[in-house]
């Protein structure tokens, strides 16, 4: 049996990153999880993982204890969380994701999974779009021997901070919209959070060299990869 993938996850605290935990859990013998965050969190139960709390500033120095083989981002904030300003805004989505994957490719670690957005453009009119796709364009430039983009559409999901009105009537409305987003307007179609996760933590332990950007097809096929292996 090949040895498990030990994965450094940051955004350990979000929707993705909490869905990375659940979903590693059992799968020792796969993926061995080390969050790095800001702040504590209650983790599920039956997660046996590693878990460091840390100031930002301070993450490039745990890479370097913990030494992942891989580096998983679920980083990612939202215009109400930042104040609604666009410099808190990038300062996660942009600087802190880019901080920590030079930090990560200084330290030798040459495997990064991202997830970022469908529809993410750096010429984008809309901001969230355009700095989830300056983020993947510089990404693509520091150095990983593989990169691994998602680009989930909506995510369907439990959020412990952050409820979002209009987010969540369009959770609830999916299972009838979905159908009728067709064409182009298909990337956007709602996902579930524990598939995205599933996704990351299966592309993890992929070993060929390249940037490889993933919409939902590529997701869900991903995802399935894995849940089959637990199988």
């Known amino acids: 049996m090949s040895e498990p993938v ?4 940051v955004g350990a605290t979000g929707l993705i990153g909490r869905s990375i935990i659940e979903e590693s859990i059992g799968r020792r013998d796969d993926v061995q999880i080390v969050a790095i965050a800001r702040r ?10 590693e878990m460091v709390i840390a100031e930002p500033a301070n993450w490039g120095e745990v890479l ?10 679920a980083l990612g904030t939202t215009w109400k969380r930042a104040g609604k300003s666009e410099s808190a805004f990038r300062a996660v989505d942009y600087d802190l994701v880019l901080d920590t994957a030079r930090a990560a490719v200084k330290l030798g ?15 984008s009119k809309n901001l969230y779009l355009r700095v989830k796709g300056e983020a993947e364009r510089d990404l693509s430039k520091v150095g990983f021997k593989r990169l691994d983009l998602l680009q989930p559409g909506l995510l369907r999901g439990s959020r412990e901070r952050d409820i979002r009105f209009g987010e969540g009537f369009a959770r609830a409305a999916s299972p009838l919209i979905d159908p009728l987003m067709r064409g182009k307007w298909r990337a956007y179609r709602s996902i579930k959070a524990e598939t995205v996760a599933d996704g990351a933590l299966k ?3 992929r070993k060929a060299a390249g940037r490889f950007t993933h ?10 990869d894995w849940a089959k292996r637990a199988a």
């Not at 030990?6 to 996850?9: E, H, K, M, N, P």
């Not at 504590?40 to 993982?49: D, H, N, R, S, Y």
Request: hydrophobic share 50%; charged share 15%; glycine share 6%.
């Open 6 to 9: 030990r994965v450094a996850l």
């Open 40 to 49: 504590e969190m209650k983790l599920p139960q039956g997660a046996k993982m």
């Open 64 to 73: 370097g204890v913990v030494m992942p083989n891989v580096l998983i981002s």
């Open 109 to 123: 670690i040459e495997h990064m999974v991202s997830v970022s957005s469908a529809g993410a453009n750096p010429a």
């Open 203 to 205: 592309l993890a332990s």
């Open 215 to 224: 919409d939902n097809e590529s997701i869900w096929r991903a995802a399935r």
